[in-house]
T-cell receptor, first 110, second 113 residues
Framework: SQQGEEDPQALSIQEGENATMNCSYKTSINNLQWYRQNSGRGLVHLILIRSNEREKHSGRLRVTLDTSKKSSSLLITASRAADTASYFCATDDDNNDMRFGAGTRLTVKP | DADVTQTPRNRITKTGKRIMLECSQTKGHDRMYWYRQDPGLGLRLIYYSFDVKDINKGEISDGYSVSRQAQAKFSLSLESAIPNQTALYFC????????????FGPGTRLTVT
C-alpha cells in the first residue's frame, strides 16, 4: 500500500501563479522528500525535510511538514511552463521503507 | 554520461518468458533499489539492496527476483512474465552518508503480451 497520498491529483494553473500540492501519510516517518517526474522519465529529487523540521526552502520551492497532522505541502512560487510535471512525496521510516504517493500532475499554462 | 543507466529502455515480451532488466551506476553508492510504476500510481518498491551481500524484499516482490552482481550492478528478473507486470520499471541508488535522496535511472518500459 502507498504511504503518501497527494492532493490534488491534478492541478492546472497559469504561468506566474503559485502551485500548492499536499501530501498526507499514515505512519511515523524519519524524512519526507519531494520528487519531480517529467512524463515517462525517472524521478528527480527536489527537497528533503526531516521529521524534526517544520519548513524548508530551496529556490522557488517551499516545503512544510506537520507531523501532528501527518501532512506536508509543497509550494512552487511564480510557476513556469517548465514546471509542468508530476510531483511525488516519499517517506521513509525506521524500517528503511521508502513509500511514494500517487503524485500530483501539475500543468502550467504559458 | 548518466550516473544511473538501465537496459533495455523498452521491451515487449510474451507471457511466460523470462526477462532480465539491468541497472548500472557510476555514483559509487552502496544502496540500490528497484521500483515499478503503474499509470496514475506512485512508485512501489520491489527489492532493495544495501550492499552486495544484502538483498531485501520490498512491498511487491512476488514474481520478481534480483541479483547484485557488484556494487555498481543490480538486476531484476521476471522468471515467468505475466501481463499484469506490464509497467514502467525504475532503478535507483542512494548513499545515506550523503543524505537520503535517491537517484533514478531513466526507466524501462516493459510490456507483457
Amino acid at each position: 500500500s502507498q504511504q503518501g497520498e497527494e492532493d490534488p491529483q491534478a492541478l492546472s494553473i497559469q504561468e506566474g501563479e503559485n502551485a500548492t500540492m499536499n501530501c498526507s501519510y499514515k505512519t511515523s516517518i524519519n524524512n519526507l522528500q519531494w520528487y519531480r517526474q517529467n512524463s515517462g522519465r525517472g524521478l528527480v529529487h527536489l527537497i528533503l525535510i526531516r521529521s524534526n523540521e517544520r519548513e524548508k526552502h530551496s529556490g522557488r520551492l517551499r516545503v512544510t511538514l506537520d507531523t501532528s497532522k501527518k501532512s506536508s505541502s509543497l509550494l512552487i512560487t511564480a510557476s513556469r511552463a517548465a514546471d509542468t510535471a508530476s510531483y511525488f512525496c516519499a517517506t521513509d521510516d525506521d524500517n528503511n521503507d521508502m513509500r511514494f504517493g500517487a503524485g500530483t500532475r501539475l500543468t502550467v499554462k504559458p | 554520461d548518466a550516473d544511473v543507466t538501465q537496459t533495455p529502455r523498452n521491451r515487449i515480451t510474451k507471457t511466460g518468458k523470462r526477462i532480465m532488466l539491468e541497472c548500472s551506476q557510476t555514483k559509487g553508492h552502496d544502496r540500490m533499489y528497484w521500483y515499478r510504476q503503474d499509470p496514475g500510481l506512485g512508485l512501489r518498491l520491489i527489492y532493495y539492496s544495501f550492499d552486495v551481500k544484502d538483498i531485501n524484499k520490498g512491498e511487491i516482490s512476488d514474481g520478481y527476483s534480483v541479483s547484485r552482481q557488484a556494487q555498481a550492478k543490480f538486476s531484476l528478473s521476471l522468471e515467468s512474465a505475466i501481463p499484469n507486470q506490464t509497467a514502467l520499471y525504475f532503478c535507483a541508488t542512494s548513499d545515506p552518508k550523503r543524505g537520503y535522496e535517491q537517484y533514478f535511472g531513466p526507466g524501462t518500459r516493459l510490456t507483457v503480451t
